[in-house]
């Protein structure tokens, strides 16, 4: 299967959260982004696919798929995000036993309760602001990343692993009924591998879907996560 074209043609016809960030052309990172996109339409298996290529440098890997996760991960929400509202969702949860505070340290200094639609939009343009933050995410090779890059992304990541639980959890009924869920499976499965091969997530957060991802993902890397 085709899987990332199948993916954006599926997502594409849907609403959109918010736009896309994309890279420019020309740039060393579109063309790892292009390379990355290419193993996925060859077909090969997604724990192969996310493998920092020969000679490529960690952190441009990194930064390729965290903007890509945001990217489809914003398209998943938005497949979902008219029927998550103040009422349906009044918390951020996965369940009734994890639920999410949202804290930022400027509007919101202490762990704050918040309808899910509004902490993943703020998780959203949090997101946002990183990876349009030159600094953090450089858009020229002679620019270095910043030092704390991998602990930046590795919050970025965290984030978005809560917003496949919340989705899963609480619309994952909506995702049936349009047909998403082979795609979101095949993004969640791709993220999954990814975050795993590098470690780059708390195997605590991993939590709300541990069973879920012990059936979609069953391969070595659930089983090391097991041990
Ligand atoms: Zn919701």
Known sequence: MNIAVSFSSFFEKGKTFRPKKKFSPGTLKYS?????????NSGVNLQEAIKLPPGEDFNDWLAVHVVDFFNRI?????????????????RMSGGPKYEYL??????YKKPTHLPANKYISLLMDWIESQINDESIFPVTTDVQFPKNFASVCKKILTRLYRVFVHVYVHHFDRLMSIGAEPHVNTCYKH????????????????????????????DFHVSNYNK
């Not at 790892?32 to 996925?40: D, G, M, N, Y």
């Not at 993220?191 to 069953?218: A, D, G």
Request: with cysteine.
């Open 102 to 107: 949202w804290q930022d340290g400027d509007k």
């Open 191 to 218: 993220f999954y591998y990814f975050v795993m091969e590098f470690s780059l997530l708390n195997s605590k957060e991993l939590e709300p879907l541990k069973e879920m991802t012990l059936r979609i993902c069953c």
């Open 74 to 90: 914003n398209l998943i929400y938005g497949t979902v995000c008219e029927q998550c509202t103040d009422t349906t969702c009044p």
């Open 32 to 40: 790892l982004h292009k390379q990355a996109q290419a193993s996925l």
